[in-house]
């Protein structure tokens, strides 16, 4: 009898796991199924990716061709709603900036060899030439970003290159100077273009009539900037309104550092890429709809003054989140023409 039941016992166990084996079998196998079925699912999606990538920057490149008809276009302007692929901007930005102050290569090689021997004298300063002397210390400490500190940090392979530029740039233009901000400017651009090309972009959006007053730091236009600025945010999203009121955040706690860097500054340049592409074809408005949407994006962060000041210091967002919100900002005519009309 006990032999009976200890046959039963080792009979049962041995079932047991029998079938607990072929459950693992099984749940390894579909386990090995769906992993498969995953990375296939996936292959295809970058492929697919891949695919329209390729036929996205075909069709960038044949509108270059004949820029001169498709730059009217109203077509244009809602495909660079979608962006301009990474491997077309080489191409477009370009066109689309234009260079409208005639900046040649001859300029820009006198200025660079000037920029290599500049000594400053302060008992002769003159303009914002002092601010030449900033740009080789402030290098070391701007970015945050890791790819452009990399890339940009002393001894990367770009930082001579983006020195170089903001060097040029303080002598073309001694009476802008440098600021702080103009170093992220300057990165984005090197970061597809030589240094000549990336220096006339960059000439162009510094100078251009309603930014030109933000990089000079001029208090009245920044005054009107801000006041806009804060009646866009009482319209769109009368909650932060409130919050920044309670708080007592002003717009020179984060706007200024934001517009200064073309928001190279808080967001990745990914994400900045696709603002510019907007910003190149549809003007400044923009910029202002781009701080609006991350606002709102980051409102449910703002739980006291401490978090709400590091979650604007530091901004986390994602691309296609921004990007959608930029759509629904409501901005108004008599706000447009304001800022629209900013000018030294």
């Given amino acids: ?203 162009s959006l510094i100078t251009h009539s309603q930014l030109i007053s933000i990089f000079m730091l001029d208090d009245q236009n920044l005054q009107i900037i801000f006041e806009q600025f804060e009646k866009l945010i009482k319209l769109n999203i009368p909650q932060v309104y409130k919050l920044f009121k309670k708080y007592n955040i002003n717009c020179t706690n984060y706007l200024l550092d934001w517009i200064l860097t073309l928001f190279a500054k808080p967001l990745n340049p990914d994400i900045v890429g696709r603002i510019w592409d907007r910003m190149f074809f549809n003007g400044t408005h923009i910029l202002w709809k781009c701080g609006i949407a991350i606002l709102k994006i980051l409102y449910p962060k703002f739980k006291d003054q401490e978090k709400t000041l590091q979650s604007l210091k530091n901004p986390e967002i994602k691309d296609d989140e921004l990007l959608q919100e930029m759509k629904n900002v409501n901005y108004p005519f008599e706000i447009q023409e304001v800022l629209g009309n900013i000018e030294l």
């Fill in 1 to 203: 009898m006990n032999q009976n039941k200890e046959n039963q016992y080792l009979s049962d166990a041995q079932s047991y796991f029998t079938n607990k084996c072929m459950t693992s079998t099984r749940s390894t196998s579909l386990h090995e199924e769906n992993t498969m079925k995953f990375s296939m699912n996936k292959n295809y999606f970058e492929q697919q990716q891949n695919d329209n990538e390729k036929e996205l920057k075909k069709r960038w490149q044949d509108i270059a061709k004949d820029w001169q008809r498709n730059k009217r276009d109203v077509k244009i302007f809602q495909l660079a709603e979608f962006g301009i692929p990474i491997s077309a901007r080489k191409q477009v930005w370009p066109l689309i900036v234009g260079n409208k102050l005639q900046i040649t290569k001859e300029l820009y090689n006198i200025l660079q060899i000037q920029s290599k021997s500049f000594k400053l004298d302060q008992r002769k300063s003159l303009g914002r030439l002092s601010s030449f002397n900033h740009i080789k210390q402030d290098l070391g400490r701007t970015f945050k970003n890791e790819y452009l500190q990399r890339i940009f940090h002393p001894g990367g392979p770009l930082s001579e290159n983006l020195q170089t530029i903001l060097e040029v740039f303080c002598l073309y233009r001694p009476d802008i100077g440098y600021v702080q901000g103009m170093t992220y400017v300057g990165s984005i651009l090197l970061s597809y273009f030589d240094d000549y090309q990336a220096f006339v972009i960059f000439s």
